[in-house]
């Protein structure tokens, strides 16, 4: 079936450690996205890529970091220069350019030891 | 029942009814908007989307209704049923733009 994997489920880091959150999608989209979202909060985009080698910043980007080499893999590093990693992260993609919803995957949830 | 989406606030309705999310939006120059569903631990799902130059579009069950004049935006759902509990989140794109803005969501709750 078609869709977006995200992985892992669950993820725990250490502070001071970088993590990296996995994101494939096999809908042959074009453009990517990564997003926050806290508690009872909506979501905040952290990155997003339009084509493969390339991707721009979001609302909230400083402390992560993404890479685009494979139009179907967008992976997200949460680095140890985000003070308050803590959060459920969303990646969605979407086909092109025109208005058109977005597809999520069902997130990963990152937590503090 | 209605409800304002900004502040996620919760909406609770009798299985059977119908429900009405609302949602004011910031941009006038906004062109397209989709309302998602989000489940407990789980990812938004896309339950239907408008352009700015319709004012209403039906889905199953679902009906989307656009006032730009004020902007506001609201998610209608027929007969409502347990397996519509979830959070609603309303989104925005501003014209030109690839990237939506969404909102707090309205949490809405079936009484049996």
């Known amino acids: 079936d078609g869709g977006i994997t995200q992985s892992p489920k669950y993820l725990f880091r250490k502070e001071g450690q970088n993590v990296t959150l996995s994101c494939e999608q096999n809908?042959?989209?074009?453009?990517m996205y990564w997003y926050r979202q806290d508690p009872g909060q909506g979501l905040r985009l952290i990155y997003y890529?339009?084509?493969?080698?390339?991707?721009q910043k979001g609302d909230i980007a400083e402390g992560y970091s993404v890479s685009r080499e494979k139009k179907e893999s967008f992976p997200l590093t949460v680095t140890s220069a985000q003070k308050n990693p803590t959060a459920f992260y969303l990646c969605?993609?979407?086909?092109?350019?025109?208005?058109?919803?977005?597809?999520f995957g069902d997130g990963t949830r990152l937590s503090i030891l | 029942g209605e409800s304002v989406g900004l502040h996620l606030p919760t909406l609770s309705v009798q299985e059977g009814d119908n429900s009405i999310i609302n949602c004011a939006y910031s941009?006038?120059?906004?062109?397209?908007f989709i309302w998602y569903k989000q489940e407990s631990g789980k990812g938004p799902q896309f339950i239907i989307d408008?352009?700015?130059?319709?004012d209403k579009r039906q889905g199953q069950r679902v009906t989307v209704l656009l006032n730009k004049t004020v902007k506001h935006l609201s998610l209608q759902i027929a007969a409502t049923q347990p397996g519509d509990s979830a959070v609603y989140f309303c989104?925005?794109?501003?014209?030109?733009?690839?990237?939506?803005?969404f909102g707090q969501g309205t949490r809405l709750t079936i009484n049996p």
């Open positions: 969605a993609s979407k086909a092109g350019q025109g208005n058109q919803p977005q597809h």
């Open positions: 809908l042959n989209h074009d453009a």
């Open positions: 890529s339009q084509i493969v080698n390339d991707f």
């Open positions: 941009n006038s120059a906004s062109d397209y």
């Open positions: 408008i352009r700015s130059n319709m």
């Open positions: 989104a925005e794109k501003v014209q030109g733009a690839q990237k939506l803005v």
